[in-house]
């Protein structure tokens, strides 16, 4: 097995990180309000030079559910 084989095994599949501008498209909000989550610490992101990326099940996990609208 080559080193770069070893990596990607049925039990540790490789991270898959999005940018801001696919995560607010997927989520439906601005990337605006994607990095203001990112300011406030809701969200963290992963940058590698310029390039800033999110991992989408945190974007997920940072949405909350509401039983009612009152319940807001």
Do not use: C, H, N
């Amino acid at each position: 097995m080559s080193r770069r084989s070893q990596g990607a095994t049925l039990d540790r599949l490789p991270r898959q990180y999005e940018s801001i501008q696919d995560a607010a498209l997927r989520v439906g909000v601005s990337e605006k309000t994607i990095r203001r989550r990112i300011q406030d610490g809701v969200l963290r992101a992963y940058r590698l030079g310029r390039i800033i990326r999110l991992d989408p099940i945190q974007v997920d996990e940072a949405f909350s559910a509401v039983r009612t609208w009152r319940d807001q």
